[in-house]
């Protein structure tokens, strides 16, 4: 019985000697072209699963109308829209470029069929390894619930919230300061020749 287990011992030993191997003489894909570790997916799934099952599950605190999907809109083009897409309009290259890929909020399902409580999980606090950033310390409660309600409802938004997402944001002014003008292009100049 000893024998066994100094075996199993030394077996488990190997396999984390191997992993930390695996990674640390660059074997392991990193960039986001890369295939896959296997099982990759599979295991980020469960365990998000699993630790979003052992969370509670609070109702909304904003109501799923009008005036909140309007300003979840506001919202959402500032700090979603990137990664996640808006109605009608193709992928970004941002979005092309990540892995994994980040859900288009606007072309199919999204996430209309999870649960509001996830969602607003998901955005307040981000998931590792995702890309997807948390924005607990940028965005106010209410803030989160609006953009958790308007992708909640996707798929039954009005024409005025579709048409508030795909007008063009307004360019950021800080009060008191003035906008700064971009600098023209100068071409070179040729070097003057001394006679």
Not at 25 to 52: C, Q
Not at 109 to 125: A, F, I, L, R, S
Not at 132 to 138: A, L
Request: aromatic share 8%; with cysteine.
């Amino acid at each position: 019985m000893k024998a066994f287990l100094i075996g199993l011992l030394i077996g488990i030993i190997l396999v984390f000697v191997c992993i930390h191997l695996y990674f640390a003489m660059g074997m392991a894909p990193v960039a986001t072209s890369s295939a896959p570790i296997p099982f990759e997916r599979r295991y980020a799934h469960i365990g998000l699963e699993a630790y979003l099952h052992k969370l509670p599950h609070p109702d909304p605190q904003t109501p799923a109308d009008e005036p909140n999907f309007l300003a979840g809109a506001q919202i959402y083009k500032e700090n979603c829209a990137v990664c996640h897409g808006l109605p009608g309009k193709p992928k970004s290259n941002i979005a092309a470029g990540m892995y994994p890929k980040p859900p288009q909020l606007f072309q199919g399902v999204g996430v209309t069929d999870d649960e509001p409580w996830e969602t607003y999980w998901k955005v307040e606090n981000g998931i590792r390894m995702t890309g997807m950033p948390g924005f607990k310390t940028q965005l106010s409660e209410t803030q989160i619930w609006q953009v958790t309600q308007l992708v909640k409802n996707a798929d039954k938004i009005s024409a005025a919230v579709k048409g508030e997402l795909i007008r063009p944001l307004e360019p950021m002014v800080t009060p008191g300061v003035l906008p700064v003008a971009p600098s023209p292009v100068v071409p070179p100049q040729k070097p003057l020749v001394q006679p």
